[in-house]
């Protein structure tokens, strides 16, 4: 299933090797992880630990990384990459322009960012 013209990671193998990547950004709103995918698409995956709170603020969470991505990430994500969005606490609460700028400053500060036009920025 995509979201938003993204495929979706499923397995834990391919979460696991995109933490091993070691390639993290850490905002306020979220923690981005990226790591290059095995062809040339834009793949996403989304978790939230306890620690963000129950599971109705997990969800809640999650609901929000994944209209988020589907919002940046077919535009400005670059390709051939598998994203992680890691929930935080702030995340639930957070207002959500304010964590569409932590995604748009993760992927800047990962030097992931593209252009709508397709060209890097």
Known sequence: M???????LRRRADYLRVQAADRRAALPGLLLQAAPGEDDMRRVGFTASRKVGNAVTRNRARRRL????????PQHAAPGYDYVLVARQATPARDFAALRR????????????????????
Not at 2 to 8: F, K
Not at 104 to 111: Q, S
């Open 66 to 73: 994944k209209a988020l991505a589907g919002e940046v990430l």
């Open 102 to 121: 932590d995604l748009e400053n993760a992927l800047k500060k990962l030097k992931l960012w593209h252009r709508q036009d397709g060209g890097a920025a």
């Open 2 to 8: 995509a979201t938003g013209g993204v495929e979706r």
